[in-house]
């Protein structure tokens, strides 16, 4: 199947495989399509059909509130064409960078399925071939017989990767985590589409930074770190983290982040007092006004990455604009939970 | 005609958004900044989200969803913003605001975009609106380049390089540009009304005359036709 794109700059041409979804195809082919979640839920895809016949994959994807249907509007990550299209896109598009990590199908299975607390788990997948990837990038993931695919951010860092590990938050009515959580997980086959996510870092950055990140938002964060540790960043400039749950019930990953013991690392616990610690420093609050508190006047020359709940994404962006002023290019993220 | 009312003063506060319908159903965006009534398009121009739920500090606008930034005064875009904010004159009588007319395409276009009323209103003087069906050939390639374009309303198809897809133009971008280019009098492009479109046709070397008369925001407006020619190159060189 043909498929062409006009963006508002250039028009691009590729193949998709029958059944392959729109957005996916483009990234293989190195067309730097519009995207945030991949997954059907943040309407960032949104086209229109211009000419030919399309598939949607999920008519009920919540994405789709950001359309207008009767304009022929769908979202690229969830149709896949059925014939040759051609379709528009309103933003500009510029080809891949040269030599970023290649966006493919890519397939694995689950090595090993390791609860951290009472509602996550870790897990690895072993990759059927290596794969390079940028730390804070993510795989859309879908597992047998659960319908549609889910973004995790890799939790490790390695270049390439023959086993990557993510952290799944168990969700009731989530259809990946509970068949994570199920059981059925440990030695089944996965498929994934990636690496995918602009919220990336790399050392040649030169810049302090800044996680915030609330529950298994982390994930994309200890990727970031393993990176920045391997490049000897801690050393040159600052690196903050800020980590927030609800209760210590809540918490994990404490023994990973104590391995690094030159960054700036706080938990912020929004629903009970701070334990006494002499190996982290554990705050009350939400992990936004923490970082707020900690961070006044250590806003030079600052990268700043969140992850989270869409609602903490919100109030982080909030303080960094508005209190921190940090400029737009400077703060990170990808809305993908 | 009446003017449409848009909202009471009080509705917005001192550094605050609010999303209103002007009678007659337009929908858009009334922000105090500082004291100073200024209205906006209802939508972000990158993906349609409402500009409503943006972040806002009194000057600058934020969208939530991608960032996007502007100066609500000017509509100029800042930081990682690749289109101007379309903007509506407001008229205050008493605690009621009231929508002043159309936007300029000229001023929500992206070479003369926040460059200041009196040059706008000096470009303006030097257009002439047409109004061209759907399917009319504006010009194509090898043709005399004497005037340049801005789209005021309705498609146009706007053809360059070997790429048969071309770019589908919004209101305030500009075409034809070549007549804007010393030594070129040729078209080296082609734009085609693919629905039914109104252009405000301006002598390209009137309007170079004017842009010297004002250096400032003729380098301005230079650099942004640089910049713009220069995207059009992405596509030359693409496969």
């Not at chain 1, 495989?17 to 729109?22: D, M, T, V, Y």
């Not at chain 1, 600052?302 to 303080?319: C, E, K, M, N, S």
């Amino acid at each position: 199947m043909r498929i062409q794109v006009n963006a508002r700059n250039r028009a691009y041409r590729f193949d998709a495989a029958p059944g392959e979804k729109i957005l996916y195809a483009g990234l293989r082919a190195q067309a730097g399509l519009p995207y945030e979640c991949a997954t059907g839920t943040c309407g960032t895809c949104k086209a229109k059909l211009v000419d030919g016949k399309i598939a949607d994959g999920w008519p009920a994807a919540p994405g789709r509130k950001y359309l207008k249907p009767d304009a022929g509007e769908f979202l690229m990550c969830q149709c896949s064409a059925e014939g040759d299209v051609s379709i528009e896109v309103a933003s500009f598009v510029y080809p891949a960078e040269p030599g970023a990590p290649r966006v493919m199908s890519r397939s694995g299975a689950v090595r090993e399925v390791r609860p951290l607390t009472h509602d996550v788990s870790a897990f690895d997948v072993e990759l059927d071939a290596p794969c390079e990837f940028e730390a804070g990038q993510f795989m859309a993931m879908g597992a047998p017989g659960v319908a549609g695919l889910r973004g995790y951010s890799m939790v490790n860092y390695a270049a390439p990767a023959r086993r990557l590990s993510f952290v799944a938050k168990k969700k009731p009515g989530g259809g990946f985590s509970e068949w994570l959580f199920s059981g059925a997980a440990r030695g089944a086959r996965l498929s994934m589409v990636g690496p995918l996510g602009k919220a990336t870092f790399q050392p040649a950055l030169a810049k302090n930074i800044l996680c915030i990140a609330g529950g298994s938002g982390i994930a994309g964060m200890m990727s970031i770190l393993a990176r920045a540790a391997a490049a000897d960043y801690f050393s040159r400039y600052k690196v903050h983290v800020f980590f927030g749950v609800r209760t210590m019930r809540d918490v994990f990953f404490l023994d990973e982040l104590a391995a690094y013991p030159k960054a700036d690392i706080t938990i912020a616990l929004s629903e009970e007092d701070p334990p006494q610690s002499a190996r982290l420093r554990f705050e009350r609050g939400l992990v936004h006004e923490v970082a707020k508190r900690a961070m006044a006047g250590k806003y030079q020359n600052v990268r700043a990455y969140l992850a989270g709940p869409p609602p903490a994404v919100d109030a982080a962006i909030r303080v960094l604009l508005l209190d921190a002023r940090l400029t737009t290019d400077n703060i990170r993220y990808d809305k993908f939970s | 005609m009446a003017r449409p009312l848009v909202c009471r003063v009080a509705d917005v506060p001192e550094n605050t958004l609010k999303e209103c319908e002007a009678e007659g159903g337009r929908k858009l965006v009334v922000a105090n900044a500082g004291g100073e009534f200024v209205a906006f398009q209802a939508m972000c121009p990158h993906q349609d989200v409402p500009l409503c739920e943006g972040l806002f500090d009194g000057q600058t606008l934020t969208c939530h969803m991608h960032l996007w930034q502007w100066d609500v005064k000017s509509g100029a875009p800042q930081g990682i913003a690749e289109a101007p904010l379309e903007r509506y004159a407001l008229v205050r009588e008493g605690d009621a605001l009231y929508l002043g007319g159309e936007s300029s395409a000229l001023d929500v276009g992206e070479l003369f975009n926040g460059l200041g009323p009196a040059l706008i209103e000096k470009l303006s003087a030097l257009a002439k609106k047409e109004s061209h069906p759907a399917g009319a050939q504006l010009y194509d390639k090898g043709d005399p380049a004497d005037d340049f374009f801005v789209l005021d309303s309705g498609r146009v198809q706007f053809l360059i390089g070997r790429d048969p897809a071309g770019f589908m133009l919004k209101k305030g971008e500009i075409f034809g540009w070549a007549a804007l280019l010393e030594s070129h009098p040729q078209r080296i492009a082609s734009a085609r009304v693919i629905e039914d479109a109104v252009v405000l046709r301006i002598n390209g070397k009137q309007a170079l005359a004017l842009l010297e008369s004002d250096p400032a925001s003729g380098y301005v407006a230079m650099r942004r036709l640089a910049g713009l020619i220069a995207r059009f190159f992405v596509v030359a060189g693409a496969k």
